[in-house]
Antibody, heavy 118, light 107 residues
Framework: EVQLVESGGGLVQPGGSLRLSCAAS????????MSWVRQAPGKGLEWVST????????NFADSVQGRFSISRDNSKNTLYLQMNNLRADDTAIYYC???????????WGQGTLVTVSS | EIVLTQSPATLSLSPGERATLSCRAS??????LAWYQQKPGQAPRLLIY???NRATGIPARFSGSGSGTDFTLTISSLEPEDFALYYC?????????FGQGTKVEIK
């Protein structure tokens, strides 16, 4: 069974930075696109970013374009989300998910909570 | 951006009843639509992909239909574990977008 485990969340001040990681296992990580999706407290789902299997192409939501970057290390089976210039409205649970480029998000990790507050 | 509008916002039903959830897209997404289920404190789970295909391990009581701009998720006979939030999502265009969700609650 595919396993995705996010880490790196926490409390950060507005304007600060944070890097999330997603450790993948039990599938051939280098063969699949990967994505980040977030959910603000009590709100719906918002797609954040997707990266292709090789890492050669990426896409971002307008709300994070220019502030967030996505990357992956296929030798470590790990996906990353670098978040800079964080704002209060970035507060959310951040989920990593397999897929999202040519397919849908399946499965999802358990999520990591990012809180942006002074 | 393709806007997905789900209706109703809340569906109050009893176990054993049939649930019909709607998702309407602001422009055609062909069949590139999925449905997810989310329970409190859990990550979403893929139920249906490409409008009508059940994901691995999803019970047959879940079915999806539609194409273009109008889609339906049907739960033929609600089980206690089916009371949850349901989201639709399109992969036709960037940005990927989700509907706002439909809550299926126990009546």
């Amino acid at each position: 069974e595919v396993q995705l485990v996010e880490s790196g969340g926490g409390l950060v001040q507005p304007g600060g930075s944070l890097r999330l990681s997603c450790a993948a296992s039990r599938f051939t990580f280098s063969s699949f696109a990967m994505s980040w999706v977030r959910q603000a407290p009590g709100k719906g789902l918002e797609w954040v970013s997707t990266i292709t299997d090789s890492g050669g192409r990426t896409n971002f939501a307008d709300s994070v374009q220019g502030r967030f970057s996505i990357s992956r290390d296929n030798s470590k089976n790990t996906l990353y989300l670098q978040m800079n210039n964080l704002r209060a409205d970035d507060t959310a649970i951040y989920y990593c998910a397999k897929g999202g480029w040519l397919g849908f998000f399946d499965p999802w990790g358990q999520g990591t909570l990012v809180t942006v507050s002074s | 951006e393709i806007v997905l509008t789900q209706s109703p916002a809340t569906l109050s039903l009893s176990p054993g009843e049939r649930a019909t959830l709607s998702c309407r897209a602001s422009q055609s997404v062909s069949s590139y639509l999925a449905w997810y289920q989310q329970k409190p404190g859990q990550a979403p789970r893929l139920l249906i992909y490409d409008a009508s295909n059940r994901a691995t391990g999803i019970p047959a009581r879940f079915s999806g239909s539609g194409s273009g701009t109008d889609f339906t998720l049907t739960i033929s006979s609600l089980e206690p574990e089916d009371f949850a939030l349901y989201y639709c999502q399109q992969r036709s265009n960037w940005p990927r977008t989700f509907g706002q969700g439909t809550k299926v609650e126990i009546k």
